[in-house]
């Protein structure tokens, strides 16, 4: 724990207060309980030195925070600035002493296009009055017209001083399909893409799977598939498997890659692809039970390796039109792109020589890319509304390429995590390091508008992994602990205004993951935003207790029966995740085990209540007996229950079709539970053909007309 710096006591509580605000660092938040949770000093003063700012006495906090006040004051105009595409005014600090001078602007547009004028600062409106040292500056509201949609520079001029900063003039929502307006409620189906099994893949679901599913989940009806991240993990440690601990958010794993779509794949003579479906070792690797990264990057690197090598033999030899495609996607890529393959070069992760090329990955993220553009294709042509539905996750991994391409950008002395809650008490440590509010300012936000757009191509919508990092993240100290921390806040205002702008330019709905501890303030920006909520169906109460009506959810928002940070549906009714749990330490000891199971039954029994007030209870459960094993027709109706919630998106997972009753994830654990391995029970075509899973989904069509 850090300790209060000497002399600091003496200074006063708000000059210091002051002055770790001015870094983000806040003093309490909302806890789950409703109840105002005060951050110590010495958390939040620790999080100032992982921050890498240097704090010892009294004078260095008076110095630190002059040394702000000029970053926030010093100049005329902020580091970036926000605005919707009305007329109206944006701030500019003009020094005191320049009050009766002109102020001209120019405003160069993002397409071609210069606007400029002049004003008498006289004439402006004053917001307010800053003193920076012995300057005092005056907050005018410049006022500037109806302006497109884009990114734009400012530049503004008063007694000869000079401020440029970017302007980002954004929708007032993010993207809405037509659909939406006219009252739609789409369903459809969530899928960790690695679980897929199918009798072609190489042990791991791929984009051939992916085609499949979105084949059978279109003929039944639904509208769109939402998927895991689909991001570069770090190939170096295949079996660092979490999808929401990846290498890099910008570019997607080649695991999932299906060999047999490769156009290089289908070349006469090549005896290096073990292609056939009787090959022993993708026979082995799909008949596991848990994926075996390692066995599968060991079967299947290679194999994209050989493809590169008949690429260069073949298409570069004749400058095809597939080479051209080739090079102008690199072009495309720009400077991540060629920074992102240089590393993996240079990393060197196999033996073959390809994988010393940059070339060669980057021919991995093209051919990726244009299976999951195949993949979107198909759905729409399949006519789902939404089609794909793809995952951000909140961070990357300390030693991966996002953050070590982008030093600077990303503070290597914290971790993103959470707070205590009801569901994980000793709080979470996620092992991911936060984004500097600072640094990401001082950019332009450039880094997370690339994110945005890499991750907002093929598909129809977005959801957002803990959305509420665009307002505040927790930060943890980095010691593998989930020992006390602080909320950091972050340019809130700049990130919602990007996110609607790359929402409306990519067509792509926005889902914001909001689940956990939620600050009050980010429910204007998701709700006036055009976000669209996440809710689970376990915690949507009343009270803790009564589960809620399906009039009352909330409109504006995914709902989710299960996802893969809970129970699915079968083990949450035997209550076998709480054994579970407390297997791996996530429950303190056997008194605390007795109380969850108890309260479970409870829960059950509401469950059983609430089907009853809906008049969904099956004949066989009126004696509401929550011993009894789910059956068909208790599934039925909580899907037909499901089916009639207002929410305009519902989400059920493959997991609880199938009815698997281990968890896929278990929040908390990396090493004592293996963690995004475990497979589908069964095959996609005969998932589909099972006569209760169409009996169900024929219910939820009835339940939910789209």
């Not at 397409?111 to 004053?126: A, H, Q």
Request: aromatic content about 8%; glycine content about 8%.
């Amino acid at each position: 724990m850090t300790a209060v710096p000497t002399g600091i006591g003496a200074l006063g509580a708000p000059q210091l207060d002051d002055l770790l605000r001015s870094f983000g660092i806040a003093s309490d938040y909302i806890e789950f309980s409703g109840q105002v949770a005060k951050i110590s000093t010495p958390d939040r003063l620790h999080m100032l030195q992982c921050m890498g700012v240097p704090l010892s006495t009294a004078d260095d906090v008076e110095r630190l925070l002059l040394q702000q006040q000029q970053r926030l004051w010093g100049s005329m105009l902020p580091s970036m600035l926000c605005r919707g595409p009305q007329a109206g005014g944006v701030p500019v600090l003009v020094p005191a002493a320049a009050a009766g001078t002109a102020l001209r602007w120019r405003l160069r547009l993002e397409e071609e296009g210069l606007l400029e004028g002049s004003l008498d600062c006289s004439t402006l409106p004053i917001r307010t009055r800053r003193g920076v040292g012995a300057l005092e500056r005056l907050e005018l509201e410049l006022p500037l017209p109806a302006l497109p949609l884009g990114y734009h520079q400012l530049e503004v001029t008063v007694s000869g001083e000079q401020a440029l900063a970017p302007l980002v003039i954004s929708p007032p929502t993010c993207w809405q399909p037509n659909g939406y307006a006219d009252g739609k409620r789409w369903w459809g189906l969530s899928c960790q893409l690695y679980t897929l099994r199918s009798t072609s893949n190489w042990g791991i679901g791929d984009f051939a799977d992916l085609q499949e599913l979105i084949g059978q989940a279109a003929a039944a009806g639904a509208s769109f598939i939402l998927l895991n991240p689909l991001h570069y993990l770090d190939l170096r440690y295949p079996d660092n498997a979490s999808p929401y601990s990846p290498s890099d958010r910008r570019f997607r794993n080649p695991l999932y890659l299906a060999v047999g779509l490769c156009e290089d794949a289908r070349g006469e003579g090549d005896t290096e692809l073990p292609t056939k479906v009787t090959d022993p070792r993708l026979q082995e690797l799909r008949a596991l039970p848990l994926v075996d990264y390692g066995g599968v990057a060991a079967a299947k690197l290679p194999a994209l390796a050989s493809l590169f090598r008949r690429f260069e033999r073949v298409e570069l030899a004749r400058d095809s039109l597939r080479c051209r495609d080739f090079r102008a996607f690199c072009q495309r890529g720009g400077a991540a792109l060629h920074d992102f393959t240089a590393l993996q070069a240079r990393l060197a992760i196999r033996p073959e020589p390809e994988f010393a090329r940059p070339e060669f990955h980057c021919y991995l993220q093209w051919l990726v890319e244009g299976q999951l553009a195949d993949c979107q294709r198909l759905a729409r042509q399949h006519g789902m509304a939404l089609g794909l539905v793809q995952d951000l996750a909140v961070g990357s991994s300390a030693d991966g390429a996002e953050v070590l391409g982008n030093p600077g950008l990303f503070c290597q002395e914290a971790r993103i995590g959470a707070p205590p809650d009801n569901i994980n008490p000793l709080g979470q440590n996620w092992g991911l390091p936060p984004l500097l509010p600072q640094a990401l300012l001082q950019s332009h936000c450039a880094h997370f508008i690339a994110l945005l757009r890499s991750n907002m191509q093929h598909c129809g919508a977005l959801r957002i992994d803990h959305v509420m990092s665009l307002l505040r993240l927790w930060w943890c100290p980095n010691d593998g602990s989930n020992a006390r921390g602080a909320y950091v806040h972050y340019p809130v205002d700049v990130l919602f205004a990007i996110l609607r702008l790359e929402s409306v330019r990519a067509r792509c709905v926005v889902i914001g993951e909001d689940l956990g501890v939620v600050p009050p303030e980010i429910r204007g920006y998701l709700d006036g935003g055009g976000l669209y909520s996440n809710c689970v169906f376990y915690f949507e109460k009343y009270d803790g207790q009564h589960f809620r009506r399906p009039e009352h959810y909330k409109p504006q928002a995914l709902m989710m029966l299960a996802n893969h940070d809970v129970a699915p549906l079968q083990a949450w009714w035997q209550a076998s995740d709480l054994p579970l749990r407390r297997r791996l330490g996530l429950i303190a000891d056997d008194v605390a085990l007795q109380q969850e199971a108890v309260q479970r039954e409870s829960e059950k029994g509401m469950l059983l209540v609430w089907l009853a007030e809906l008049g969904l209870l099956p004949p066989q459960w009126q004696d509401h007996a929550v011993t009894r094993p789910l059956d068909h027709d208790l599934l039925a109706a909580l899907f037909t229950a499901c089916g009639r919630t207002a929410s305009r998106l519902l989400s059920l997972q493959l997991d609880d079709l199938c009815g698997v009753d281990t968890p896929v994830n278990v929040p908390g654990t990396s090493r004592e539970y293996p963690n995004w391995r475990r497979k589908l029970p069964l095959p996609t075509a005969q998932l589909f053909a099972t006569v209760s899973v169409q009996q169900w989904l024929s219910a939820l069509r009835e339940a939910r007309p789209q």
